[in-house]
C-alpha cells in the first residue's frame, strides 16, 4: 500500500491540480487547540488554559497579477474553487468553508492593511471535522499568518493574528466567539499551555509536564448541528445576567465576581436560566484559576478534579455538553488511572479530553469506546495529540 500523502504533499499536488505550477509558491501551518480547563469563560472576562495541538490547517499560497482570489480546499473537493475578488467581500453573507480565509482579508482591510493583489490559496486540514478543535480558528490564524508574510506586514503581532481572526468570525461569519481559540493557535507553544486572562489579554505560558500521564482526545463523532445559534444564544443570557448583577455591582464582566459575591447576588439575576449560566461562568473562572496553581503545584489529582467539575457545571448549569460526551466523561471518571475527563470547547458534540495514567490508556479505551458504541450506536475515535507550536511558515 502506498505511504499516506504527507498534509503538505496534499496541498502542492491540489495547488498545481487547480492552479497549475508551483513556482514562486510558500507554504503555512497553523494549529488547531485543545482546551484543559476554562470552557465559556472567554468572552465573560474570565480565565482559559488551552494548548496548540500538533493538528492543524495547511495552506500553499501564491500571489496574483489582478485582484481576484481563489480558494480550493482538498478536505471539500466537490466545493470546487471559490471564486471572488478583493472588491466582493461582503460580510454575513455565508457561503462555504472559504467564508473563513475571505473574511480574514476582510478584516486586514478593516485595520488598514488593503492587500495591493489578490491571492491563489489551497487549504489542508488534518484536525476531524466537528471535532470542537477549533479547526476554523486555526483557518483563520493560517490565513492571517500567510497574509502578513505574502504582503509584507511586518508590523502584524501573533496576538494580531488572533484578534484579527476573531473579528472575522464575529463580524464576516456571524459567530460571536471570545478569544481563546485563536489566541491558543497563534500563540502556541510546544508542550505548554497558556493560562489567558481574557479580559486583559494577559498570559503566561505553563509547562504541561504529565509525566506516567497522557492527554487523552476522544471524539464522540457527533455530527452537530445548531451550534452557532446555541452559542451565540449563551452569550446573550450571561450578558442579561450581568446586567442584571450591574445593579449592584460595579463590574464589566462576570469574571470580575468572586464566587461569594456571586452567591450574595444572584437573586439579582431575574431569569433561573440565566441564574445557572452566570454560576457556570463565575465557577469555571474560579475552577481555571486553581486548576493552574494546582498544576504548577505539581497536585495533577485537585487539577483533574477540578475538570470532572467543569464538566458537570457545563451538563448541568450551562447545558452545552450533550448525552454523547456526557457518556464519555462519566464512563472515563469510573476508570482508576483517570485523573479527570471533561467535554471540550464550544460544546454541544465534538470531543472530550482527559488525564490518564500511561498504565490505565488501554483500559480507557477498550471499555470507555466499548461502552459508548453500546450506548450510542456508533464508535468514538480516541487520539493522543503532542501539544504543538504556533503558525509558521514551512
Ligand atoms: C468556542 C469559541 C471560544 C470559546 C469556546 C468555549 O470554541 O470559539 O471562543 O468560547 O467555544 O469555551
Redesign the pocket.
Known sequence: MAAAMTPLARVQEGFRDKFGDLAGVRYFFAPGRV?LI??????NGGH?FPCAISLGTYAAARKRNDQKLRFYSTNFPKSGVTLTSLDDLVPLEKKGWAGYPKGVVWAFAQRGYELDCGFDMVVYGDIPAGS?L?SS?SLEVLTGCMLRALYGFDAVTNQDLALIGQQS?NQYNG?N?????QFASAMGRENHAIFLDCATLQFEYAPLELTGMRLQVTNTNKKHSLVDSE?NLRREQSTAALHDLQERYDIKTLGDLSIEEFEEGKDLIQDEVCRRRAKHAVYENQRTIQAVAALKAGDLVTFGRLMNESHISLRDDYETSCPEADILAEEAWKIPGVLGSRIT???FGGCTVSIVKDEAVEEFKATVGRIYEEKVGYPASFYTLDIGGGPREL
Do not use: R
Not at 476554562?38 to 468572552?43: A, I, L, Q
Not at 466567539?177 to 481559540?181: K, N, P, S
Open positions: 482546551n476554562g470552557e465559556h469563560t472567554d468572552y482559559v470542537g477549533s480558528a468570525e459567530m466567539c471570545g478569544i481563546m481559540d452559542y470547547g464550544g460544546g
